[in-house]
Antibody
Framework: EVQLVESGGDLIQPGGSLRLSCAAS????????MSWVRQAPGKGLEWVSLIYSGGDTYYADSVKGRFTISRDISKNTLYLQMNSLRADDTALYYCARGRDGYNFFDPWGQGTLVTV | DIVMTQSPDSLNVSLGERATINCKSSQSVLYNSNNKNYLAWYQQKTGQPPKLLIYWASTRESGVPDRFSGSGSGTDFTLTISSLQAEDVAVYYCQQYYTNPPTFGQGTKLEIK
């Protein structure tokens, strides 16, 4: 079964750092496009960051220079290092796989909550 | 960035009736070389992650009931639920994947009348 499980969310002070993890099963993270998408409480979906299978990375302007996406091939896990956190980073953070080599997303994890 | 605008923001439909949600992109998401529209639809029920319903504007994801259909091309798209069921209560999002960054509509909340 293809599955994603996020962890690492926490209550953190403004200016602090946090690393989110997304463990994948049923497929290989490094051969897929992988994204982080967030959802502020009661709000819509906001794409945050993307790592292509070749390793290129992209970021939303709102997090550029503060967040870093990466992956560990041996652990089949995706990460999001979040620095200089601000109150408006408060959200449920989902990881999601880009399907079939494109950036529409399936599956999604259950999300991990970051409160700043 | 491509801006995705959905209408309406909320919708109340009776059980068994048709529900229609619109999505407009600020520029075309039709890639001429393959004639595909880079547009997806998701369903998000309360307390759950989004679920992929439709991609390539009209391709239904495996396991999605056939009462869900997607249509449109270029900049204007529609998600139609032909006969609303109670389990369809959710927020629906469109998303373009034509270019980075991928962008979502603001969501349409669908409720039972």
């Amino acid at each position: 079964e293809v599955q994603l499980v996020e962890s690492g969310g926490d209550l953190i002070q403004p200016g602090g750092s946090l690393r989110l993890s997304c463990a994948a099963s049923g497929f290989t993270v490094s051969t897929n496009y992988m994204s982080w998408v967030r959802q502020a409480p009661g709000k819509g979906l906001e794409w945050v960051s993307l790592i292509y299978s070749g390793g290129d990375t992209y970021y939303a302007d709102s997090v550029k220079g503060r967040f870093t996406i990466s992956r560990d091939i041996s652990k089949n896990t995706l990460y999001l290092q979040m620095n200089s956190l601000r109150a408006d980073d408060t959200a449920l953070y989902y990881c999601a796989r880009g399907r079939d080599g494109y950036n529409f997303f399936d599956p999604w994890g259950q999300g991990t909550l970051v409160t700043v | 960035d491509i801006v995705m605008t959905q209408s309406p923001d909320s919708l109340n439909v009776s059980l068994g009736e048709r529900a229609t949600i619109n999505c407009k992109s600020s520029q075309s998401v039709l890639y001429n070389s393959n004639n595909k529209n880079y547009l997806a639809w998701y369903q998000q029920k309360t307390g759950q992650p989004p679920k992929l319903l439709i991609y390539w504007a009209s391709t239904r994801e495996s396991g999605v009931p056939d009462r869900f259909s997607g249509s449109g091309s270029g900049t204007d798209f529609t998600l139609t639920i032909s006969s609303l069921q109670a389990e369809d209560v959710a927020v629906y999002y469109c998303q373009q994947y034509y270019t980075n960054p991928p962008t979502f509509g603001q969501g349409t909340k669908l409720e039972i009348k």
